[in-house]
């Protein structure tokens, strides 16, 4: 049993001091596909809410309650603290839907059940010295254009309506009352990747939140995410808030999906030094919120990726910098731990898988072609008809693969995800969620060994 520290973690100028006063350089993962579900971690195809909507349908109420409660519980627990603690992991970034703490026909009535699985979280990372940071990662109408907002469409909606901002920020006044004091919380992230076209919208709904959480808690840290994605932070000034962390998210373009070839450790640098800028110029703690390669388990690929990781992680070390690696847990794609091709739950959803990989529908490690009979031509018309057309975050290409398979194909096979649940017994749907659990998993191993020297 850990020590309980005697206050929560604070900053001091750029770096992070413990409870009993010691400096700190914190590394973790980020529990992604959890509290906020995404389709490439457990998939299903889509956003979170139209999945959960389909098998609703499929098991009725009772027993879809029942599956996801037993599923959550099996995805992170006590076994999954051990395993970080025992590879020196001293910290993780969960990410949470609001839809946990508020629904859309009761706006501004918080669940006070919704926050069941975060304490418990927070209570077993506690036990093993783990400190938790509550990222809000789906707000009300979406604060940026993609699936992981639990956003339906590509529209961010959360930054045209005053009403969602304003549930937002009635729910961290929510989380700051529950937690304040708790000295295993290391703070609030008070949204994940927002993107807000204007530039002009961020920075005061920012300032809403940070107040409005600071009234009820003026003791944890805030973590604030850049705009575009989390790489941008020119909406604040120069004199930083107080206690406050600046984080970005550091993903090299050559480990994702359509990355291309690597150009090598100085081009990863020079945009950890770009992203990384506001907060050395601020002088606060850098912590770097995701980051990690996407794994195609091709070898020849592989080690490019494990390259890119290690080039990341000796960059973070010269420049101190905290981090927390984007993922945890999931199919195979990503996370340190993954569920077994033999698990109950693989065995059932792999064709299903292997199709969306076929079609490209995943946004995430897709190149985002697909069936390139199909989508290439439609990229091409509307280059040459709208050949000025680069819509924000991330142009044309992105907009269109994003509307054609991400949404548009993507949305009517949740149905079919749905359907493979259809007629399963209690015994089987128990069977489904423990596939997840720890002691059901493999770690990668490769991965383990990078992070754990990170």
Known sequence: MNQVPP??????????????????????????????????????AANESLMRAELRRVLGTERYERFFDRLLEAFYGEKDAEFLEANGFDLVRIPVNYHHLEHDDKPFEIIEEGFRHLDRAIEVGGRHGIYSIIDLHALPGSQNQHWHSDNATHLAAFWDQRSFQERAINIWRAIATRYKGNPWVAGYNLMNEPADATGKKVGPVYREMFDA??????????????????????????EPWPNTVYSLHDYVEASLGRGGPYPGKGKALEKFLTRSEYARRSGTPILVGEFAPIYVNDEAVDVTRRQILDDQLEIYRDHGASWTSWMYKDLGRQGLVNVTADSPYRQRVGAFVAKKERLGIDQW???????????????????????????YPWGRFDWVRTLLLNITLAQPLAVEYAEL??????????????????ENCEVRESLRAQLAAG
């Open 365 to 391: 490690g897709s190149d985002g072609w697909g069936l390139r009979e199909i989508t290439e031509p439609v990229q091409e018309l509307v280059r040459t008809e709208a050949p000025h057309f680069d819509p």
């Open 7 to 44: 206050r929560p973690l604070a900053t001091r100028g750029a770096a992070f001091i413990d409870g009993f006063g010691v400096e700190r350089r914190l590394r973790g993962v980020c529990v992604g596909g959890w509290l906020n579900m995404e389709n490439f971690v457990t998939g299903y």
């Open 213 to 238: 959480v600071r009234a009820i808690d003026p003791d944890h840290i805030v973590f604030l995410d850049g705009n575009t994605y989390s790489t941008d932070f020119s909406m604040f000034d120069d």
């Open 421 to 438: 649940f259809r007629g399963l017994s209690d015994a089987e749907l128990d069977a489904l969620a423990d596939s997840f659990a720890f």
